[in-house]
């Protein structure tokens, strides 16, 4: 109690009283909290009390899916175990294995680290797992989530068969139950407020604004609370450079941190982030599970979060341990398609921001231009000079008559424009709500949310020097598929009378349709008959509401025996018409043309910052393509769709 007394702990938190007894017992466990609750806590104090009781060789292995948090998790252990004589050491990747190696020798207690680096070293004799009393999934969620399932079940093949498991989480996932279950334990499930995944003391905020105005409302609300200790979240590696380096031109003591980072670097930052050295953190989603960095006052979500359950964990980083914090999110156009279900995911609204126009910076510098390589700000001068010897080369160099260029197909070679195909309808009413009435009967929808509109024009007063004044009004319906597509599809079905269930996704700039139910294999019938006849009604219809990029990728699949496979085809939208691409049966290409072809591919990801589609190759070439980007330390890629002719696709390590 003394050592508790000294680092802080008065009392427990809720969750640190119901779990304590339980593992103090031995008994398998699985606990829920939301963020911010003192999980860690809960975990590490009963560990330390049965070290301190047992006394023998026994050892604690913890599981951590970040290396932040493995760093953060062992400093707990620390904290409490060195003053009882209880040694701790933290394994991760990006260190010194040797040195790593020399800690273990010194006989620690507790191991914490993350999946990968633990089963080497289990692998290597160097951590004696048969010793193993008790393993940890600390955010377990995380731990199966980002892909560590077969890690994890090597760990507790290893360890003896009747240890302990705890498992603690934010959030629930059904792979821990099944893992669990298959390793002989019924973990006893602990689940405090499970219907209130964000603590009260979070106040919540939507701010409904374009691309453009985010940042000059975000250099407004940091200016505005000047006290701002605060975390920026954005959805990629590229963004989370542009924003920090945009603000830092603007006079604010802020760093970026993302997985791109080395291990030490990374270590560093959050070291001064909380020695508040720096009081602006920009990250992805590597910092948002499970650091606990004292009295962050502010979370921003620069991008709101592709996946809900990261919202939770993104704006848990404030208010904690009782104090106050505001979560605000920057919802553009791009990001509507994630609000729904993030508030489906909460199980409740977000409240709206009140806007005005004083809420805007109005000095904010001019958007700085980075590397997609580097993540660096590029050097005007040293650009210029690049420039004009590039043009000077191009004029020497020009392809002679009758000579092929051999420029084509080379990494730098120039992307292909994307094109957009605009909708418009222009109407005329003496008000906006009259207007937005005949554009909803133009567009035939019914949600008003996503119908955009702009004045083009003003006219006269309705009665010469008073009452209304005439307005021209152009409307467009913005590119929300699941909003404009679902609907749609959904009277459709159920004017065909069958027992469908639609899906629809959006993952810029891939759109997935899926239907399954109990009639879906209605729809596979004939050679995909009426699947087909889905799929082209609904291009139609798409491109007779809304305004398409021409790399919008659209797939329609049918899972016909419920199983989770899908069947069906993908279409890539060009001049607003639907292309169906099937492969050719052709020879299987050579590695040196595979790897030109990944080659071009790689430039373009880093251009768009996104992901992109290789076209369809057989079994063997996406083999050589998938091991020449394993090799790779910026890039990943894996297989979609499905049957022989698959695709890759090629994006970012984040």
Not at 636 to 649: A, H, L, M, N
Request: aromatic share 8%.
């Amino acid at each position: 109690m003394a050592t508790l007394s000294s680092q802080g702990f008065e009392s427990s938190t809720p969750i640190q009283a119901l779990t304590i007894p339980i593992i103090l017992e031995g008994k398998d466990i699985f606990a829920q909290a939301e963020t911010g609750s003192g999980k860690t806590g809960s975990f590490a104090i009963p560990v330390l009390e049965q070290i301190l009781r047992n006394d023998n060789d026994e050892i604690y292995i913890v599981l951590s899916p970040t290396r932040e948090l493995a760093q953060q998790t062992h400093k707990v252990f620390s904290e409490f175990g060195e003053p009882l004589g209880v040694k701790s050491v933290c394994v991760i990747g990006g260190e010194s294995f040797d040195k790593q190696k020399e800690l273990l020798s010194k006989n620690p207690k507790i191991v914490v680290g993350t999946p990968g680096r633990i089963c080497d070293l289990i692998k290597q004799k160097i951590i004696p797992s048969k010793m193993c009393n008790c393993v940890i999934f600390d955010e377990a969620d995380r731990l199966f989530e980002m892909g560590f399932n077969k890690d994890n079940e090597f760990v507790l093949r290893s360890v003896k068969p009747n240890r302990q498991l705890i498992m603690v989480s934010a959030t629930n996932n059904q792979e821990i139950f099944r893992t669990a279950y298959k390793f002989n334990s019924n973990p006893e499930e602990i689940k405090l407020n499970e219907d209130d995944l964000v603590v009260d003391n979070i106040n919540q905020q939507i701010a409904m604004i374009s691309e453009e105005e985010k940042m000059p409302y975000l250099v407004n609300l940091l200016r505005k609370n000047e006290d701002a200790y605060a975390i920026i979240f954005c959805n990629t590696q590229y963004m989370t450079s542009l924003v920090a380096i945009w603000l830092e031109q603007m006079g604010f003591k802020v760093k970026p941190i993302s997985g791109r980072l080395p291990q030490n670097t990374r270590t560093k930052l959050l070291q001064d982030f909380r020695d508040k050295k720096i009081t602006i953190l920009v990250c992805t989603d590597v910092a948002a599970r499970g650091l606990d960095i004292k009295d962050v006052n502010l979370v921003v979500n620069y991008d709101m979060p592709n996946e809900a359950a990261n919202y939770v964990h993104r704006v848990g980083r404030t208010g904690r341990a009782g104090k106050e914090g505001l979560a605000m999110g920057l919802c553009g156009f791009d990001d509507c398609e994630n609000l729904d279900d993030i508030m489906e995911y909460i199980g409740m609204p977000i409240p709206k921001a009140d806007i005005e126009n004083g809420d805007f910076a109005t000095d904010v510098v001019k958007r700085p231009r980075i590397d997609s390589k580097t993540l660096k700000p590029y050097d005007n001068n040293k650009k210029k000079t690049e420039v004009k010897k590039n043009d000077m080369k191009k004029t020497n160099d020009r392809p002679k008559k009758n000579e092929p260029n051999k420029e084509i197909g080379k990494v730098n070679a120039k992307p292909k424009e994307v094109k957009i195909y605009e909708r418009f309808f222009e109407t005329s009413a003496y008000s906006l709500e009259e207007a937005q009435k005949t554009a909803l009967n133009y567009f035939s929808i019914n949600e008003l949310s996503i119908l955009e509109h702009e004045v083009v024009s003003k006219g006269k007063k309705k009665f010469i020097l008073f009452g209304s004044q005439l307005t021209n009004y152009k409307f467009k319906v913005q590119p929300i598929y699941r909003k404009i597509l679902l609907p749609f599809l959904i009277k459709v079905i159920r004017k065909m009378g069958l027992k469908i269930y639609i899906n629809v996704t959006f993952r810029n700039p891939n759109v997935s349709v899926v239907f399954s139910g109990e009639d879906a294999g209605l729809l596979v019938k004939n050679k995909f008959e009426l699947h087909n006849a889905l799929k082209d009604i609904s291009l139609t219809y798409l491109r007779n509401k809304i305004s398409m990029s021409s790399n919008t990728k659209i797939t329609f699949k049918t899972d016909a025996d419920g199983s989770g496979k899908t069947r069906g085809r993908s279409d890539r939208k060009e001049n607003g018409r639907s292309n169906d691409r099937r492969p050719r049966q052709n020879n299987s290409k050579s590695e040196v043309e595979l790897q030109k072809m990944a080659d071009v591919i790689k430039q373009e990801v880093l251009e768009k910052n996104s992901a992109v589609l290789m076209k369809s190759l057989n079994p063997a070439e996406r083999r050589l393509v998938h091991q020449y980007i394993e090799a790779d330390t910026k890039f990943k890629s894996s297989s979609v769709g499905d049957g022989r002719f698959k695709q890759i696709e090629i994006s970012l390590i984040d």
